[in-house]
């Protein structure tokens, strides 16, 4: 069995900052794309920033230069620091990752963390 455990999230005033990190545990092979999705209410899922095995990233353009995801293959880990933070920012989010148990990958998605920006 695979789990992606997420810690972090919380309140945080505007400007504000916090840091998301997600683990994953389990029986697998590999693991390819790691990254975050948000969600807010009455919106569907987004992505915030993802990457790759390599250390290659992409981020949502809403987050861009705020944001910065990073990731420790060695401990299947990967860290969201979030800066400047706005209540726009305001979702649960949701560690995803691509891995692969046996033959082939599969979407595996953690429970997710509530962020909430306000004064």
């Known amino acids: 069995q695979v789990q992606l455990v997420e810690s972090g999230g919380g309140l945080v005033q505007p400007g504000g900052s916090l840091r998301l990190s997600c683990a994953a545990s389990g029986t697998f092979k590999r693991i390819n794309d790691m990254g975050w999705y948000s969600q807010r209410p009455g919106k569907e899922l987004e992505l915030v920033a993802l990457?790759?095995?390599?250390?290659?990233?992409k981020y949502a353009d809403s987050v861009k230069g705020r944001f910065t995801i990073s990731r420790d293959n060695s401990k299947n880990t990967i860290l969201l620091v979030m800066n400047n933070l706005k209540p726009a920012d305001t979702a649960v989010y949701y560690c995803?990752?691509?891995?692969?148990?046996?033959?082939?990958?599969?979407?595996?998605w953690g429970q997710g963390t509530q962020v909430t920006v306000s004064s």
């Open positions: 995803y990752g691509e891995i692969q148990r046996q033959v082939t990958a599969a979407d595996y």
């Open positions: 990457i790759t095995t390599d250390g290659n990233s």
